[in-house]
Structure formats: structure tokens, C-alpha cells
């Protein structure tokens, strides 16, 4: 990493100013490949992609493709290149518009290189060379012919992969939000259905439209027309005192007017709409418990009533759901001892959304400076013992398909515009909010640490920071 401070093309010198041309120009693209990704820990898979010994995925992104198996001894990781020619020895897919996923199975047939059949088990063991004779017997030492490992640790039902061996590990790089989704449950649930598209924009700007809560009211207006009550107060930014709601807590504590039971059927139609639009946010069990009980008895004042009925649902989404064997944590519970954002990142690029039980996540793969694949997944808990068909690939859509959700469809057609606007000459750098815009910048910053060569037990310090930064302010670093 030895780029130093000058050499980085279109640093961030004003926290609140973001230089448009980081989003586009090819330098720029080219040194976050060489100074970023190699450096970070990057979703690879979802661990129900491998459940038996033997099985594999592959994964690809910026230019590295690496292979994750399942062994007896764990999940272990390869790079994916022969050790004789470097031929891809599974999968090599191309990460593009009409991605698929290479997996497979290696119990019995190991790995075999397609161009002269080298072969390896699935701890990497070389097992046959083709020709041993051929071959000085240095070109032959187990360290050179067995494949090399990549390092990986497994978090949150995922695997994650690190191409430095001297990067922090996974939980001194995020810290504080690995523990709170722990507590929810994140390790124990499932994917129900997972869409990709390729967007016609750079990777940030995909995944800078999930960083606040500002763009509610004007992108996803049926979220105010069925809750007006609680968006108008927990979205209402030109309140001093109030910068946006970053949780289900804050929303709750947001509506102390009006109807009671009014209340409670807007909510309930925030349910259903999250329900239908992101599926994990509020998965359909959990609003069919929800709309149960929308007419219990409750107190007239709103501010009593609606904390007293979300309790009420939480108590019985863990009782109904631990009486289907789902191994639910107590939501209740939970919602005080760790209390989540509305969002919770991974830096650089994964992102998930807890609600209840079930969650959203998100994952970004940068595919040039002006495109990007953008992934989704439904994750919810599934009965202990019960057949489960967990999907290998994602469902590939156009970005406008009216098959995506609506909410991440209207996300979408945003971004793509946002994009083009990038390379406006009036516009010359994002105006952040430095209240309820900050997590944008902080993510730009940390960015520019990895393209400095900044101490990475600094880059994992501050990372540890952005788990709870949706609709918070800009951080100062020591770098």
C-alpha cells in the first residue's frame, strides 16, 4: 500500500464535500482495486450455500475470484488459480449481467484444473500432477503445489473473505455491530429469495442511497401516505432537535399524537407495506401475529398504547415463532440490550436491515467505475429439522423490473439518474448534511485511509463506528 497522501486523486479535504469525479473517474476506480479491496473483509457466500462437506462456491470481485468450501474441518477459502498455470481449477465465472454462481460439490472428486488436470482435495492438498517427471523436484514441494488459502472467518450465517493476511480480523474490524446482530439472531437465519441486477452506476453511489432516512418522504411517498403521523415526526428534518429516526424505538418514540387505535393501523400499514416491498423487514409471519392483535385492548394515549402494543407483538412473534422451532432470540429483549439501527453495515459493502426476526441484506460488487452488481436477499428463521430450499443464485432482473419489490425499485430509479447528474459541470461535489449525512462521509474517509496506507488497527477503529451510523453525523478520525 504505498500510496501516500498526494497520489490520491480526488481526496476528501472537506468532510461535507464530496468530489463527483471519486464516483466515475477511472484513476480514482482503479486505485480503490489496488488499495481497497484487497484489504477488506468482503462477503463471499451465505453459509446455506455449503451445508454438507465438500460443498463450494465460487466468488468473484474486483479481478480476484476465490473459492469457499466447506471441510470437515470448517469453511476454508482458496484463491482460485492451478499452481502450475494458473488456470481457474473451479468455476471462473465472470461477475457481469448474466452471472451465475459456480458451485459444486469436491467430497469424492476433489478439485481438477480443466487444462492439465491437476487435481486437490478440499483442504488443498495436491493429490495428483500429471506428468511428476516431468517436473525439478523443487517445482514439486507441497508448498508450492498446494493451493493457496485465503483467509476467511464465518459471521452472521456468511462467510467472509480477506485477501490480506495482516488486515485486523473480523471482529476487531466491526466490533460493536457484530455484537448487536449476534443478539438478534443474525448467525441462525435463512435466505428465502435473493434477486441481483446490474446498475448503470459506481458502487458508492449504490450503496450511498441506504445511508439516511432523508430520501424517504420524496422517494418512497406510500410510506408517508399510510403512516403520515410517524414519518411526518420521525422523518421531520427541519426540527432542531430531531435528525430522523435511525430505529423501530425512535419511530415508536416519535408518535406520542393522536388516535390510538388510528395509530396502530398505520403502523400495522407500514408492516404490510415493508411485508410486500422487502419481505425480510417484516416478514409475512410477523405481520399475520401483528394483525391479530391490532384491536387489543389497550390505553387511549397514543404514547402509551403504541410501545404497549409493539411489546405485545414482539411477545408473541417470540412465542409463536420458538413454538414453529425457530430459534428466535426473545425480540423484546433484545430491543433493549442491543438496540439496532434501521440499517447495519459491513464496510465496504454489505449491509443488512433487522426489523423483529427476519432481515433484508444487501451486497455491492463494483463491475467498472460506472457500474455495479447489487444483490438482495429475504433472510428469515426456519423451523429446526424442516426442509429448507435455499436459492445458489440470485434471480437476475433488470433494474427497472417490475419483479423487484417496490421499495428497492424505487431506490433504483434513482441511482442510475443520480449517476449521469455526477457528471454535470454544476456539479461539482455532494453537499452533505453534516447531521443526517455523515455516514456518507465517514464510509468516503475511510476509503481514502485504505488509499493512503493508513495503520489498519486505526481503518478497523473506525470502521467499528459505522455499524450505527445510518442518519448520523459526520465522525472525526485520527487520520
Not at 29 to 46: D, G
Not at 387 to 399: D, I, N, R
Amino acid at each position: 500500500m504505498a500510496t501516500i497522501q498526494g497520489e490520491i486523486p480526488f481526496p476528501v479535504v472537506d468532510p461535507e464535500r464530496i468530489p463527483t469525479q471519486r464516483y466515475f473517474d477511472e484513476d480514482f476506480y482503479e486505485a480503490e482495486l489496488e488499495h481497497l479491496w484487497p484489504h477488506v473483509w468482503q462477503m463471499a457466500c451465505r453459509l446455506e450455500q455449503i451445508p454438507d462437506v465438500g460443498d463450494w462456491v465460487e466468488y468473484a470481485n474486483a479481478g480476484a475470484s476465490i473459492i469457499i468450501v466447506r471441510t470437515n474441518d470448517g469453511v476454508k477459502a482458496f484463491h482460485n488459480a492451478c499452481r502450475h498455470r494458473g488456470v481457474p481449477f473451479a468455476g471462473g465465472a465472470t461477475v457481469d449481467s448474466t452471472h451465475s454462481i459456480a458451485h459444486g460439490n469436491c467430497a469424492k472428486s476433489g478439485f481438477v484444473c480443466p487444462f492439465h488436470g491437476w487435481r486437490w482435495n478440499m483442504d488443498g492438498e495436491n493429490t495428483f500432477v500429471y506428468g511428476k517427471h516431468l517436473f525439478s523436484e523443487r517445482q514439486l514441494d507441497a508448498d508450492e503445489i498446494n493451493l493457496r488459502p485465503c483467509r476467511v472467518e464465518t459471521w452472521g450465517g456468511c462467510a467472509f473473505i480477506n485477501l490480506d493476511d495482516n488486515a485486523p480480523s473480523f471482529r476487531d474490524t466491526y466490533g460493536p455491530v457484530a455484537d448487536r446482530l449476534e443478539a438478534h439472531g443474525v448467525g441462525n437465519i435463512r435466505s428465502e429469495w435473493w434477486f441481483g441486477t446490474v446498475l448503470p452506476a459506481n458502487w458508492k453511489t449504490a450503496m450511498e442511497a441506504f445511508m439516511e432516512g432523508y430520501h424517504v418522504k420524496s422517494t418512497h411517498p406510500q410510506l408517508a401516505e399510510v403512516l403520515p403521523s410517524t414519518i411526518e415526526a420521525s422523518y421531520e428534518y427541519e426540527q432542531a432537535e430531531s435528525f430522523g429516526a435511525t430505529s423501530l424505538a425512535d419511530i415508536i418514540a416519535s408518535s406520542k399524537s393522536g388516535d390510538a387505535r388510528e395509530m396502530i393501523r398505520q403502523h400495522l400499514g407500514l408492516m404490510e407495506l415493508n411485508s410486500v416491498g422487502m419481505a425480510g423487514m417484516h416478514h409475512a409471519k410477523e405481520v399475520e401475529i401483528a394483525r391479530e392483535l391490532a384491536e387489543a385492548d389497550l390505553p387511549d394515549d397514543p404514547a402509551q398504547a403504541l410501545p404497549m402494543w409493539y411489546g405485545m407483538v414482539g411477545d408473541e412473534i417470540t412465542r409463536r415463532m420458538r413454538e414453529r422451532g425457530e430459534n428466535v432470540p426473545d425480540v423484546n429483549a433484545v430491543a433493549m440490550s442491543d438496540p439496532v439501527s434501521a440499517v447495519e453495515f459491513c464496510f465496504p459493502h454489505y449491509f443488512m436491515l433487522p426489523v423483529f426476526t427476519s432481515m433484508s441484506s444487501y451486497r455491492i460488487r463494483p463491475l467498472g467505475p460506472e457500474h455495479c452488481l447489487f444483490e438482495l436477499w429475504s433472510l428469515t428463521h426456519v423451523p429446526e429439522g424442516e426442509e429448507h430450499e435455499v436459492p445458489m443464485e440470485p434471480t437476475m432482473l433488470a433494474f427497472d423490473s417490475a419483479a423487484f419489490p417496490a421499495i428497492p425499485r424505487q431506490d433504483y430509479s434513482n441511482i442510475p439518474i443520480q449517476q449521469k447528474g455526477m457528471h454535470s459541470k454544476g456539479f461539482e461535489f455532494m453537499r452533505l448534511s453534516k447531521y443526517v449525512e455523515g455516514l456518507v462521509s465517514n464510509y468516503h474517509r475511510i476509503i481514502d485511509g485504505h488509499l493512503k496506507g493508513v495503520d489498519q488497527g486505526k481503518l478497523a477503529k473506525a470502521t467499528n463506528v459505522l455499524g450505527g451510523g445510518f442518519d448520523g453525523p459526520i465522525k472525526e478520525f485520527d487520520f
